[in-house]
């Protein structure tokens, strides 16, 4: 039978020492990794105490939780950061031997002045030939490929839907694509000028998949160049 004398005479010190953290808010995990004591016989002290959390020891508790996750998430995000920046740094030190390089230069640039800095990654534009140099930019440097690591979508103004065919088969033909690889995209600002223009393509965006830290790598190499060009 469990009494005050026998729980005292067995296990003083470590009676005590839950029944205070208890008292302090922790919960039962908190006091197992705090006194190696199992649930079971936690539970049996609190309850042979009399203690039950009041309003106060719930909130003590529940700032405890939110403190311990706010930590936990703020760790996890330096962590995170830690490695994407060591990512980015040792990509940086592969490309050194590249930033004389006509071509990396040039891709580097065409980010910059059209790619989306945001989750999407995408470089756009409608002259197939700056695509063209992207893709090869990405295929040299990077190490991609079309066929696992880019996505390509059409932009295409509405009104020109009886096009879609003829422009799929001229990125089809020009980026060496599957007509069945672009996904489409309808623009639905009207522009005149589009429906009497017969050489229009819409714009194709291409977006980079299974890449750690690209934009990272990509907004980190820019500032390098054009800091460089800009002491010339």
Do not use: C
Request: glycine share 4%.
């Amino acid at each position: 039978m469990l009494t005050r004398f026998s729980v005292r005479r067995k296990s003083k010190d470590v009676f005590q020492k839950v029944i205070t953290l208890r008292k302090l808010g922790y919960s039962y995990s908190e006091i197992i990794k705090e006194t190696g004591v199992a649930k079971s016989t936690i539970n049996s002290w609190i309850t042979f105490a009399g203690l039950n959390l009041s309003p106060e020891h719930m909130q003590i508790q529940l700032k405890k939780r939110v403190q311990n996750h706010v930590l936990g998430t703020l760790a996890s995000k330096i962590t995170r950061l830690k490695r994407r920046d060591e990512d980015v740094q040792n990509f940086i030190s592969e490309q050194k031997v590249n930033f004389n390089d006509p071509l990396f230069v040039a891709g580097v640039m065409l980010y910059e002045a059209e790619g989306t800095k945001s989750y999407s990654n995408g470089f756009s534009n409608s002259d197939f030939r700056l695509i063209n140099l992207y893709i090869k930019f990405l295929e040299k440097y990077f190490r991609l490929s079309k066929k696992e690591n880019m996505s390509f979508r059409l932009y295409i103004h509405e009104i020109r839907k009886s096009d879609l065919e003829r422009i799929k088969r001229f990125w089809s033909k020009k980026l060496i694509i599957d007509v069945n690889k672009f996904a489409i995209s309808w623009k639905h600002n009207i522009v005149a000028k589009q429906q009497e223009n017969l050489d229009y393509v819409g714009q194709l965006s291409v977006n980079v998949r299974k890449m750690s830290h690209f934009i990272s790598k990509m907004v980190t190499l820019s500032d390098i160049i054009l800091t460089r060009y800009q002491k010339l």
